[in-house]
Nanobody, 125 residues
Framework: QVQLVQSGGGLVQAGDSLRLSCIASGRAFSSYTTTWFRQAPGKDPQFVAARLSSGNSHYADSEKDRFTISRDNTKNTVTLQMDSLKPEDTAIYYC???????????????????WGQGSQVTVSA
């Protein structure tokens, strides 16, 4: 069993940066892939970035030059650093953890068993 608690988020202006953090409780955190999704009002969840248990990172094409996912297994923490934010980045962001081994699978919300509570990110123009 894994529990995920998120922190960070808020209201910023276009071009600003934000950092989201997700702390996991439970055992064997390093064996899980940890991923960030986001969901804008009226839209389906969208994959943002994943850090596989192998240590490899995988990004959505639209975010790979602006967002950075990092992970500290000693602190059971995964972080999403978001730079050069745009109004279209506005959404609720969720961290997720699951036993995922492939990039393609990491993009699917159904691959994950454990979810954080969500963090609102609002970017004004």
């Amino acid at each position: 069993q894994v529990q995920l608690v998120q922190s960070g988020g808020g209201l910023v202006q276009a071009g600003d940066s934000l950092r989201l953090s997700c702390i996991a409780s439970g055992r064997a955190f390093s064996s899980y892939t940890t991923t960030w999704f986001r969901q804008a009002p009226g839209k389906d969840p969208q994959f943002v970035a994943a850090r596989l248990s192998s240590g490899n990172s995988h990004y959505a094409d639209s975010e790979k030059d602006r967002f950075t996912i990092s992970r500290d297994n000693t602190k059971n923490t995964v972080t999403l650093q978001m730079d050069s934010l745009k109004p279209e980045d506005t959404a609720i962001y969720y961290c997720a953890a699951g036993r995922v081994n492939r990039f393609a699978d990491s993009e699917r919300p159904t691959s994950y068993n454990y979810w954080g509570q969500g963090s609102q990110v609002t970017v004004s123009a």
